[in-house]
């Protein structure tokens, strides 16, 4: 049984989506509508409801992080040394702690908000008392954006760990990489760990399980650890040492007899010597593979040493090689004996173990006598298994031609075909697209029209047609050029000039600040262009046709004036009283636009999230004569 679920640890949304999801469901979940008739208590309970609310939304959801978040005190040694090193321990417990203190805090602002809604005296007030509650509390969580991402981070990655029992029985590889660590444990387990023929393709720590002696077992597979001191190692390396330094396991130092993994055997030794600190008290077994290359017995001198006295130290050297399988079960037996004998050892050695023997008795069966009983099988079961044996050759399958071509084989399924003719199997099979065959379609001089092509295109690149002839520019474009260079060099000046101004005073609307034509005229004349006979450019065509537009036109005559007021402006009259007769039609216009605008006056007391009663009192509800029984239509 798994000892940590941490897949079950709840999404951590980002700070827009807690602000997004909170607000929505406090929309949704209280009241919307101030009814005119509310008394001021029920307006401040109104209001209170919803500060109250959002701040028990913001302290669950915040809560339920708090708690699934494993706190790196109480899990095992093993999880929080693996978790400090792959997510640093301080910043973990940093973010978990923001998001405690943000928590804290948004209580003290809803409590503060609460105490101060009591003393509201409108229904403006109050309202405004919740606006800045509300704020404040997405504020404050705004300012958890960057510790939300983390943890976040944190949850997905800690789902895709693998599930460690640390108290189960484990086998732990380790060893430099690519000597055959993982190819190890896919041969003993159902795992199926990428394996590759280059360095730390194992990149964390993977599981296998398998069942030994009707016992289930774990199989650990550690990445490549490299012989440097403790502080120079990587992440990838700390998992490795992390498990050695926990997991209560056999381990099985893995070392490559051939020296294929880049390292040799000698460097494969200072590894073991340096991190055997790390095997006190398990049991210990050197696994040499890879012996379908390179045995043992095929070493130098010096190197058959190195296994000599290893083996001298009563730690166990088995040859093995995971391509031939050799040898690969008889460690597996030998290491889960070793940790079965080791584990009844350390229990036994426990104060424990004595209350549980005084209630066993084993009974040992004694012998009768000293005649052998070998075991019985009957004449006609043996007759059976002799008549199965046939001499004929085994058929070949494919996964033995594969092993005996190795890099050569190719699966070739054609050669299965059932055909009237056999020597049509590997004929080539036409590609058909939309009905026609596409080998119609290719032109068998492809690649030498190409090459022609191609000669073509040299020889033009040597006669120089692509080159750019700047050379030959006349002297008109040259002048044209350093004309635009001059105005260039200006229009710089021009921006450094307006940066240079004190802008902090009033500034003219570029609309208002009106360029005359011979300040223009006389500008560019200074910048090197030819400003004589303009009359039909464009900007001459522009100042004609705005000044006849501005012109004014011939007032027309009109009444004289009929009062003093009149007298005093000959200019129109204001809009509200042009086209009214008399006071009387005014007063009535006046009237009549009040009347107009107070639906929308109603309508704009509304807040924009404020749901809309269609019909405040449905017929179908209020009319008609009421049964005896409730009042209440609910």
Known sequence: ????????????????????????????????????????????????????????????????????????????????????????????????????????????????????????????????????????????????????????????????????????????????????????????????????????????????????????????????????????????????????????????????????????????????????????????????????????????????????????????????????????????????????SHRVDNKMKSKKVHDVLNRLHLAMPTKRDEKTRPPFIPEGAMMRKKAMEVDAPKRKLERDLEVELGDDYILDLQKYWDLMNEDEKHDKIPEVWEGHNIADYIDPAIMKKLEDLEKEEELKERAGEYDSDEDSEDEEMQEIRVLAKQIREKKQLKVMESKEKDIHGPRMPRTATRVERKMLEKEMGELGLDMDNKEESHYAQQARRSRSITKKRKREASAPPTSKVRSQSASRPPRDQSGLRDPKMAKKAKRMMKNSQKGMNRQGKKGEADRHVFDLKPKHLLAGKRKSGTNDRR
């Open 1 to 340: 049984m798994a000892l940590y679920n941490f897949k079950k640890i709840m999404v951590v949304p980002t700070a827009k989506e807690f602000i997004d999801i909170t607000l929505s469901k406090t929309q949704r979940k209280t009241p919307t509508v101030v009814h005119k008739h509310y008394q001021i208590h029920r307006i401040r309970h109104f209001y209170m409801r919803k500060v109250k609310f959002t701040q028990q939304n913001y302290h669950d959801r915040l809560t339920q992080i708090l708690t699934d978040f494993p706190k790196l005190d109480d899990i095992h040694p093993f999880y929080a040394d693996l978790m400090n090193v792959l997510y640093d321990k301080d910043h973990y417990k940093l973010a978990l702690g923001q998001i405690n203190i943000a928590k804290n805090l948004i209580d003290n602002v809803a409590k503060d908000y609460v105490r101060l809604m009591k003393y509201g005296d409108s229904l403006y007030r109050c309202k405004q008392l919740k606006r800045a509650a509300l704020g404040r509390m997405c504020t404050i969580l705004k300012r958890q954006k960057s510790s939300l991402e983390y943890l976040e981070q944190v949850r997905q990655h800690l789902s895709r760990l693998p599930t460690i029992d640390p108290n189960t029985r484990t086998l732990l590889l380790c060893g430099y990489p690519n000597v055959g660590k993982s190819s190890f444990i896919n041969k003993v387990t159902r795992a199926d760990v990428d394996v590759q023929p280059y360095a730390f393709t194992t990149k964390s720590l993977f599981v296998g399980h398998m069942d030994y002696r009707y016992l289930r077992w774990q199989v650990v597979d550690t990445p490549g650890i490299l012989d440097h001191p403790l502080e120079d190692r990587n992440t990838i390396e700390m998992q490795a040492i992390t498990a050695l330094a926990h997991l209560r396991a056999a381990v099985l130092y893995v070392m490559d007899t051939s020296e294929q993994c880049g390292h040799t055997l000698q460097e494969q030794l200072e590894l073991f010597n340096n991190i055997r600190p790390l095997f006190a008290n398990k049991p210990l077994i050197i696994v040499a593979n890879k012996c379908d290359v390179k045995k043992i017995s095929e070493l130098t001198e010096e190197n058959q040493k190195i296994f000599a006295d290893i083996a001298a130290e009563e730690i166990p050297v088995i040859e093995t090689s995971t391509l031939t399988e050799e040898g690969v079960m008889q460690v597996k037996n030998e290491a889960c004996d070793r940790l079965l």
